[in-house]
């Protein structure tokens, strides 16, 4: 089934019940064809912070609380998430103690996307907001401007000393495939190589701005041109996506599983 036969971008109804079967898998597969060789492309997480969670406890009070999915990067199938939207939402009216609740989540969501996903509930004031760490590239000047990905305006620096840096940048823009709708990141990427030209980085990165694909796809596809045009000892690359309809999307791919992060959640998210 091709996504776009899924529910994203048609009017909807919430279920008022119990809806499992609104879950929408999208195989990860066909945009990983030409990423085979690439080890680090099925290294990583996508985390997912969910912040429309309600249903009833045993005695019929409403219970609310923040998600955070734990998605790996080897499951077959990622879920679209207006059907994930509104598989949370058919749970308003449902009594689950919080353990069943969590048991049945990931019960479900690991069934459609053949992966073991976890759910870590937090309390409505617990998601903390982190500052980004790393070299901030948005104020310099782009080598070259282009709205198009294209691996070849990426560069090294004439200084071939092998170095380990971070860098982030919060003009990631991309859209999405079905909607054409745009979706805002912060792209955080850290590097151990030769060093790499910072403003042909930028220059990347805001390349990104017309392409269409999905959040998971563009972090890979990040990942893999890095990866195979720089030729870095190690890499890894993390979006974190704002929210749209009560979720953010946060990918992380990495060549190094050491180097996998812990998730973190943004201002601006």
């Not at 080890?39 to 406890?57: A, C, P």
């Not at 790996?72 to 609740?101: G, H, M, Q, V, W």
């Not at 054409?180 to 030209?197: A, E, L, M």
């Amino acid at each position: 089934m091709s996504v776009e036969s899924s529910l994203l971008g048609q009017d909807t109804e919430y279920p008022t019940q119990y809806a499992p079967q609104v879950l929408f898998p999208i195989a990860r597969a066909p945009s990983r064809e030409s990423y085979t060789n690439i080890n680090g492309i099925t290294q990583g997480m996508d985390w997912w912070h969910i912040f429309e969670i309600s249903w009833l406890n045993e005695h019929g009070i409403p219970q609310v609380a923040l998600g955070r999915l734990h998605i790996p990067a080897t499951s077959e199938y990622l879920i679209e998430s207006k059907s994930l939207k509104l598989y949370f939402n058919s749970f308003n009216f449902e009594k689950l103690s919080r353990a069943d609740f969590i048991r049945t989540v990931e019960k479900d969501l690991s069934s459609v996307a053949q992966a073991n996903i976890k759910l870590q509930l937090l309390n409505v004031d617990e998601l903390h907001i982190s500052q980004p760490q790393g070299i901030c590239l948005d104020l310099l000047q782009p080598t070259k401007i282009e709205f198009e990905p294209n691996a070849s305006l990426l560069a090294l620096d004439d200084n071939n000393h092998i170095v380990e840096q971070s860098f982030y940048s919060h003009l990631l823009r991309s859209n999405c495939p079905v909607t054409n709708q745009p979706d805002w990141g912060t792209v955080f990427i850290r590097y151990q190589g030769k060093k790499i030209s910072e403003h042909s980085l930028l220059a990347y990165i805001i390349s990104y701005r017309k392409h269409n694909g999905f959040h998971e796809q563009c972090v890979e596809h990040i990942f893999a041109d890095i990866w195979q045009h720089l030729q870095p000892e190690k890499l890894m690359v993390y979006a974190a996506y704002t929210r749209r309809g009560g979720l953010d999307i946060n990918p992380c791919r990495v060549s190094d599983p050491t180097w996998l992060p812990q998730p973190i959640r943004l201002a601006r998210q």
